[in-house]
């Protein structure tokens, strides 16, 4: 069964600062990686999707990378802002099945 | 284009009774996921519906079930609801095996 792990559960960081969040699963057959932001308790929220034949992909202030091989993702936030402070998420879909096995997330504060 | 809604928001419910929420997918989806969100276990697959079949389904009771309609509107259904039941649940739509975008999510209280 694939397992998703996010290590650091939590970070605090002041702004500007430049960060990365960390994403392993044990098992490299995956379809696609996705990572969310979550607000606290709000549903999710897409930042950015990676294709398994993709290495990396980004959307402004967000840059996110896959190495299948190794089972890892990161997420790379620069310039961080207070408005960057939520959960972040990722998620693996497998290449049987439309089903998202999610990390525990990690918890982002970025202080004024 | 409108996002994923649910409804209801919010719900309180006494054990033992059941409840139905409800999740219309963005126009287009064809892929409605349902998904519980507690504090001890994180987000954990239910099932996941396309063009109104049951493709996936999580390991949770069968007193938890789901269906999905012509219009690729779904509803999940849990009977004799237990304590333990409480928690966000969250519905994500997507193309078949592509970007899933998520509702703001149903809050069920069991008391």
């Known amino acids: 069964k694939q397992e998703v792990t996010q290590i650091p559960a939590a970070l605090s960081v002041p702004e500007g600062e430049n960060l990365v969040l960390n994403c392993s699963f044990t098992d490299s057959a995956i379809y696609n990686l996705q990572w969310f932001r979550q607000d606290p308790g709000k549903g999710l929220t897409s930042l950015l999707l990676i294709q398994s034949s993709q290495r990396e992909q980004t959307s402004g202030r967000l840059n996110a990378s896959l190495d299948k091989s190794s089972g890892r993702s990161t997420l790379y936030i620069a310039a961080s802002q207070p408005g960057d402070s939520a959960t972040y998420l990722c998620?693996?879909?497998?290449?049987?099945?439309?089903?998202?096995?999610f990390g525990t997330g990690t918890s982002l504060t970025v202080i004024p | 284009k409108a996002g994923v809604t649910q409804t209801p928001r919010y719900l309180i419910k006494t054990r033992g009774q059941q409840v139905t929420l409800s999740c219309s997918p963005i126009?287009?989806?064809?892929?409605v996921s349902w998904y519980q969100q507690t504090p001890g276990q994180g987000l954990q697959f239910l099932f996941e519906y396309f063009s109104e079949t049951q493709r996936n389904k999580g390991n949770f009771p069968g007193r938890f079930s789901g269906r999905q309609f012509s219009n690729s509107r779904s509803e999940m259904n849990v009977s004799t609801l237990e304590l333990g039941d409480s928690a966000l649940y969250l519905c994500a739509s997507s193309l078949a095996f592509s970007e899933q975008f998520f509702g703001p999510g149903t809050r069920l209280t069991v008391l």
């Open positions: 998620a693996v879909v497998g290449n049987t099945g439309n089903q998202f096995y």
């Open positions: 126009s287009g989806h064809r892929s």
